[in-house]
């Protein structure tokens, strides 16, 4: 079993950056590949990006590449998110979630623990 919790959401301005966390619990974290989803109003939850177990391996979404990055701390159980650039349109509650597939996962059926969600609203 996993336990996720993410922290770092916010209200910012275009433009402007933000880094996510995610605080994994479990002494076989360093194994898990992570992910990030978000899912804004009305719409379904979308991925963002994944990285492998070691760190790695990175995949990401088109909307995002560029300006996202993905990384893991796999001593401190903590998997980030830098966001630069930010866009109104990257306003979401953003979701940590965690496989047992050391591999990058870029769908959201792949990972079976998720915590519970951090917003971020960008404003114009």
């Known amino acids: 079993q996993v336990q996720l919790v993410e922290s770092g959401g916010g209200l910012v301005q275009a433009g402007d950056s933000l880094r996510l966390s995610c605080a994994a619990s479990g002494r076989t974290f360093s194994t898990y590949a992570m992910g990030w989803f978000r899912q804004a109003p009305g719409k379904e939850r979308e991925f963002v990006a994944t990285?492998?177990?070691?760190?790695?391996?990175?995949y990401y979404a088109d909307s995002v590449r560029g300006r996202f990055t993905i990384s893991r701390d796999n001593a401190k159980n903590t998997v980030y998110l830098q966001m630069n650039s930010l866009k109104p349109e990257d306003t979401a509650v953003y979701y940590c979630?965690?496989?047992?597939?050391?591999?990058?996962?870029?769908?959201?059926?792949?990972?079976?623990?998720w915590g519970r969600g951090t917003q971020v609203t960008v404003s114009s």
């Open positions: 979630a965690a496989t047992m597939l050391r591999t990058t996962v870029a769908v959201a059926g792949g990972y079976p623990y």
């Open positions: 990285i492998g177990w070691s760190g790695g391996s990175t």
